[in-house]
């Protein structure tokens, strides 16, 4: 039996109080007033309710090092990631290596995998196999329903999948951006009760009143907080906090869902609403087995300093200090590698863009995406390309540079656009983590650079990759070439590193490797790049690169 001493904040009854917590056997055997000189607060743990452990990467169980250090005891994981490369050897990996920390990772089961039939991927998990999955008792409920065209359309494959998940009474999670009226109405009629896509106030309002529940994201591109805020008090049985995809810099140097409960009460929002969000409406919604910090609950609670700085001094999760003043207290365990990676180098010629016959002297202009600071959504514009010996090619005096995407599972020919706003003025940045089949991608400001990099990629098998090409720093990735088994801190340093590299060779973007991770994302409108060609999301075809073709 163990007793701690604190200012106990009752959420559900909107109070704070001086008082004792009893724990027991991992639970919370009494709580009591009492006075004390202990001016330190206890709050029921954290949750984030939709995050991509993938995003950090770190596996799992070097997640949960970052995570318990920030108040959080657990989240809702989509597998998505590591099961578009590696299908269901992929999901079993990040269930074992979970099994390690004493987190709460309750995975579920993706339900896109590929996101479309428009690009490679290394594995396919069709309406059978998301059909098993959802039957196991240790995954959780049905993975964000990215196919929205799909549900509206009512394809046998996905409307399938929501049966399979209601059949098994197990949440569906949305993702559905700027969907609204008629089709959006279709949509949450499927079952599909979440969606973390919202970047216009109006649209969350709108999804809250069809009964949906929004979950406000804050990751390390795609940041909605700014927007969203205000539905935390205005609609606060409604909402949750995600951090979704979010880098392991983000998550040691920023935070995790903590930060988002002190920027909440920095802009004035209830403390209450905003523990409701991050904790007791997560809980509820999936059906977790997370204490509420109430008589009987599993005891995961965190004791802070004070509410305003949220500097968290200790995390416990069922009724053992996982954290504790600066120290994480499990071990770190030895984590194999994993990998599908069977692409070959290439050379300059594979990445040369010819001139079609006579396109140079029309005038002809070509399609480029624009890609958005914080945002996953693009925009496309029609511009003149820059032609040299009969080629088309990067230019960095117009913020116009190559992009390039290449299947890691076959030496298939490479796929080239042009993008906006990537801003190098020199040299490449390249990765293997390539929303959602995870290809390789790379954007440059020369041929050259563009190669070299996807080259030191393919020697790595996979990592994120930046420089010139004289002069390139990398990550590998060893476990499916989107998670280093390297302790968080180290992942970080290095991360950090590179990502001020690519600033230093001119990109303005604030996460240069996160907003290109998401330029391959078919799904999120409007112009995007596969390793199948340019894709116009919002008429969801493939389009050429001169305009009028």
């Known amino acids: 039996m163990k007793k701690y001493l604190g200012i106990i904040v009752d959420a559900v009854s909107r109070r704070q109080f001086k008082g004792?917590?009893?724990?027991?056997?991992?639970?919370?055997?009494?709580i009591k007033e009492k006075d004390h000189g202990n001016g330190q607060y206890i709050l029921p743990g954290l949750v984030d309710s939709h995050v991509h452990i993938e995003s950090s990467m770190t596996v799992p169980s070097v997640f949960a090092r970052m995570a318990v250090a920030k108040g959080t005891v657990a989240v809702v994981s989509d597998p998505?990631?590591?099961?578009?490369?590696?299908?269901?050897?992929?999901?079993?990996?990040?269930?074992?290596?979970?099994?390690?920390?004493?987190?709460?990772?309750?995975?579920?089961?993706?339900?896109?995998?590929?996101?479309?039939?428009?690009?490679?991927?290394?594995?396919?998990?069709?309406?059978?196999?998301?059909?098993?999955?959802?039957?196991?008792?240790?995954?959780?409920?049905?993975?964000?329903?990215?196919?929205?065209?799909?549900?509206?359309?009512?394809?046998?494959?996905?409307?399938?999948?929501?049966?399979?998940?209601?059949?098994?009474?197990?949440?569906?999670?949305?993702?559905?951006?700027?969907?609204?009226?008629?089709?959006?109405?279709k949509y949450i009629g499927s079952g599909i009760s979440t969606?973390?896509?919202?970047?216009?106030?109006?649209?969350?309002?709108?999804?809250?009143?069809?009964?949906?529940?929004?979950?406000?994201?804050?990751?390390?591109?795609?940041r909605n907080f700014e927007t969203l805020y205000p539905l935390i008090d205005e609609y606060p049985d409604s909402v949750m906090l995600c951090m979704d995809d979010s880098h392991p810099d983000t998550l040691i140097y920023e935070g995790h869902i903590d930060k988002l409960i002190r920027r909440g009460q920095e802009i004035g929002l209830d403390i209450y609403n905003l523990i409701r969000a991050a904790v007791f409406n997560p809980v509820e919604h999936y059906g977790l087995d997370v204490g509420l910090l109430r008589?009987?609950?599993?005891?995961?609670?965190?004791?802070?300093?004070?509410?305003?700085?949220?500097n968290v001094l200790s995390t416990f999760i069922g009724g053992e200090c996982a954290y504790d003043r600066g120290k994480v207290l499990f071990p770190a365990e030895k984590v194999p590698a994993k990998n599908v990676f069977n692409r070959s180098k290439i050379a300059i010629d594979n990445v040369k863009l010819t001139v079609p016959p006579g396109a140079d002297k029309k005038q002809k202009k070509i399609r480029v995406i624009v890609a958005r600071d914080g945002e996953l959504v693009t925009g496309q514009e029609l511009v003149l390309p820059k032609i040299e010996a009969g080629n088309l090619v990067s230019d960095p005096s117009r913020d116009i540079l190559k992009i390039?995407?290449?299947?890691?599972?076959?030496?298939?020919?490479?796929?080239?656009?042009?993008?906006?706003?990537?801003?190098?003025?020199?040299?490449?940045?390249?990765?293997?983590?390539?929303?959602?089949?995870?290809?390789?991608?790379?954007?440059?400001?020369?041929?050259?650079?563009?190669?070299?990099?996807?080259?030191r990629l393919v020697e790595n098998k996979g990592g994120i990759v930046v420089g010139t090409s004289?002069?390139?720093?990398?990550?590998?990735?060893?476990v499916a070439g989107l998670m280093s088994a390297l302790d968080g801190e180290e992942v970080a340093s290095r991360y950090h590193l590179l990502n001020e590299e690519a600033k230093r060779l001119g990109t303005s973007l604030e996460s240069p490797f996160m907003t290109l991770a998401f330029m391959s994302l078919l799904v999120i409108?409007?112009?995007?790049?596969?390793?199948?060609?340019?894709?116009?999301?919002?008429?969801?075809e493939f389009v050429n690169l001169f305009s009028g073709e």
Do not use: Q, W
Request: negative net charge.
């Open 525 to 540: 409108p409007e112009l995007k790049l596969g390793d199948k060609g340019l894709f116009d999301v919002t008429k969801f």
């Open 20 to 30: 004792e917590i009893t724990v027991e056997n991992g639970k919370i055997t009494s």
């Open 80 to 185: 998505h990631e590591i099961a578009n490369v590696m299908g269901e050897e992929g999901i079993e990996f990040m269930l074992e290596d979970s099994k390690k920390a004493p987190l709460k990772i309750y995975f579920g089961v993706p339900s896109c995998v590929p996101a479309t039939p428009f690009e490679s991927s290394g594995a396919v998990l069709d309406a059978n196999a998301v059909d098993r999955l959802l039957a196991r008792n240790d995954l959780h409920y049905l993975s964000e329903m990215m196919n929205f065209p799909g549900v509206i359309s009512e394809f046998k494959d996905v409307m399938a999948k929501l049966e399979s998940a209601k059949k098994y009474g197990k949440v569906i999670d949305g993702h559905a951006p700027g969907l609204k009226g008629e089709d959006l109405r």
């Open 470 to 478: 004289e002069n390139l720093l990398d990550l590998p990735l060893e």
């Open 404 to 455: 390039v995407v290449l299947s890691r599972y076959g030496d298939d020919p490479a796929k080239i656009g042009f993008i906006k706003n990537a801003g190098l003025k020199k040299g490449a940045i390249a990765s293997s983590i390539a929303h959602d089949s995870h290809n390789i991608i790379a954007v440059g400001a020369t041929d050259r650079d563009i190669i070299e990099a996807v080259n």
């Open 195 to 222: 969606d973390h896509e919202c970047f216009e106030y109006e649209e969350a309002v709108e999804k809250i009143n069809l009964g949906m529940k929004i979950l406000i994201r804050e990751g390390s591109s795609a």
């Open 295 to 310: 008589e009987g609950d599993p005891a995961d609670f965190i004791i802070v300093d004070d509410l305003k700085s949220f």
